[in-house]
């Protein structure tokens, strides 16, 4: 009975004002007031190794999340680099900032999309320039070739106006009339076509590439220029080759007979002409070489532009009949041999004129 009461006073809990409470003394646990001060008594320094003395058997996870059993639980435990320490890490902050492959990539783009502008630019700008030296060319040369139309229009519309007032009842009178209207017809429609040709020239119209023989091209222009003029006697001096190109035979030919008729129409009688065709460099060289008075200095440099006549030239000599010249024999002639691909230059010379044609083989 004794030992039954005992047991009881150990268990049951007893009112003390108003509130419940187990008597501890039986029991032999300390006082809660006891306890409380030894936990206010325990230090960081004391507390840390309590917490890092964790067994290794306990601790469960990799190195990011790795946890420790406590109390049937586990909770997070710090785990330091190699090698320890306590202070701040400095495993980071050695290894240097890695940029990343996008911003190269997005760099590259854009350095990219810049030069491609920066050339968008220049070519737009250079397109631009070349139009307005095109306009301008256009505008003078409408403006120049209204003027060289309007001295054939005038001498037609003046033997027009004649024939109507009864001024050519004279046969001969009439015959003078219609022979000098017909030339002037013929030298309008060349200056038509030959300013429609450099027309298409300056768009960058391709010319016909066919095979040309230029042995037998100079041989039919010599043969025409001297029935055209016995009074300017040609020499054709063709050295042994082959002289096949590809190019426009009507325009090529046009060349010769330009060139040949220049000397026609601007050296007196008995002017002696050269035309030869050889092989240098891998290019078809024809040069045209007389002996006439030449060009002056003071037009070398301006030969090839368009409407230079040679009427210029100091005591240049009429030919009836020949319809004389319109000032884009030369220009037309340089055109043609570089839409071939060729170039027509003007030698130096101490007597005559010097051209020189070279077309690639």
Same mark, same amino acid.
């Given at each position: 009975?004794?030992?039954? $009461?005992?047991?009881?006073?150990?268990? &049951?809990?007893?009112? *003390?004002?108003?509130?419940?409470?187990?008597?501890?003394?039986?029991?032999?646990?300390?006082?809660?007031?006891?306890?409380?001060?030894?936990? +206010?008594?325990?230090?960081?320094?004391?507390?840390?190794?309590?917490?890092?003395?964790?067994?290794?058997?306990?601790?469960?996870?990799?190195?990011?999340?790795?946890?420790?059993?406590?109390?049937?639980? @586990?909770?997070?435990?710090?785990?330091?680099?190699?090698?320890?320490? !306590?202070?701040?890490?400095?495993?980071? +902050?050695?290894?240097?900032?890695?940029?990343?492959?996008?911003?190269?990539? !997005?760099?590259?783009?854009?350095?990219?999309?810049?030069?491609?502008?920066?050339?968008?630019?220049?070519?737009?700008?250079?397109?631009?320039?070349?139009?307005?030296?095109?306009?301008?060319?256009?505008?003078?040369?409408?403006?120049?070739?209204? /003027?060289? $139309?309007?001295?054939?229009?005038?001498?037609? +519309?003046? @033997?027009?106006?004649?024939?109507?007032?009864?001024?050519?009842?004279?046969?001969?009178?009439?015959?003078?009339?219609?022979?000098?209207?017909?030339?002037?017809?013929?030298?309008?429609?060349?200056?038509?076509? &030959? $300013? %429609?040709?450099?027309?298409?020239?300056?768009?960058?119209? +391709? $010319?016909?590439?066919?095979?040309?023989?230029?042995?037998?091209?100079?041989?039919?222009?010599?043969?025409?220029?001297?029935?055209?003029?016995?009074?300017?006697?040609?020499?054709?001096?063709?050295?042994? #080759?082959? @002289? !096949? %190109?590809?190019?426009?035979?009507?325009?090529?030919?046009?060349?010769?007979?330009?060139?040949?008729?220049?000397?026609? /129409?601007?050296?007196?009688?008995?002017?002696? !002409?050269?035309?030869?065709?050889?092989?240098?460099?891998? /290019?078809?060289?024809?040069?045209?070489?007389?002996?006439?008075?030449?060009?002056?200095?003071?037009?070398?440099?301006?030969?090839?532009?368009?409407?230079?006549?040679?009427?210029?030239?100091?005591?240049?000599?009429?030919?009836?009949?020949?319809? #004389?010249?319109?000032?884009?024999?030369?220009? *037309?002639?340089?055109?043609? *041999?570089?839409?071939?691909?060729?170039?027509?230059?003007?030698?130096?010379?101490?007597?005559?004129?010097?051209?020189?044609?070279?077309?690639?083989?």
């Amino acid at each position: 009975m004794a030992q039954l $009461l005992w047991r009881r006073q150990q268990t &049951e809990p007893l009112r *003390v004002s108003g509130s419940t409470r187990h008597v501890r003394a039986a029991t032999g646990l300390p006082p809660l007031t006891a306890v409380t001060a030894r936990m +206010s008594r325990t230090t960081p320094a004391d507390a840390a190794p309590q917490r890092a003395a964790v067994p290794a058997a306990s601790v469960r996870g990799d190195g990011a999340g790795r946890h420790a059993a406590v109390d049937g639980g @586990y909770r997070p435990v710090a785990v330091l680099p190699p090698g320890g320490g !306590t202070g701040p890490s400095t495993a980071a +902050s050695a290894v240097p900032p890695r940029v990343g492959a996008g911003t190269v990539l !997005t760099t590259a783009m854009l350095l990219v999309l810049a030069l491609a502008t920066v050339l968008l630019c220049v070519r737009l700008r250079r397109e631009r320039a070349g139009r307005l030296r095109s306009e301008q060319r256009l505008l003078e040369l409408l403006a120049t070739a209204g /003027h060289e $139309l309007r001295t054939p229009l005038t001498a037609i +519309s003046g @033997y027009v106006s004649l024939a109507r007032m009864g001024g050519l009842a004279d046969p001969e009178k009439f015959d003078v009339a219609m022979s000098r209207m017909t030339d002037e017809t013929r030298r309008m429609s060349a200056l038509i076509d &030959e $300013l %429609v040709l450099l027309a298409r020239l300056d768009l960058g119209q +391709s $010319l016909r590439r066919e095979p040309v023989n230029l042995a037998r091209l100079c041989r039919d222009a010599t043969a025409d220029a001297q029935v055209s003029s016995p009074h300017h006697p040609i020499r054709l001096t063709i050295l042994p #080759g082959r @002289y !096949t %190109v590809l190019g426009d035979r009507d325009r090529l030919y046009q060349v010769v007979t330009n060139l040949l008729a220049n000397v026609r /129409h601007h050296t007196p009688h008995g002017t002696r !002409t050269v035309l030869g065709l050889g092989n240098e460099d891998g /290019h078809r060289v024809i040069e045209i070489i007389d002996d006439g008075p030449g060009i002056p200095a003071e037009l070398r440099d301006s030969a090839f532009e368009r409407f230079v006549h040679g009427g210029k030239l100091p005591a240049p000599v009429a030919h009836p009949g020949t319809g #004389g010249g319109n000032g884009l024999g030369l220009s *037309v002639a340089a055109a043609i *041999v570089a839409a071939h691909g060729g170039d027509l230059t003007l030698e130096p010379s101490a007597r005559g004129a010097w051209f020189r044609i070279r077309l690639p083989a």
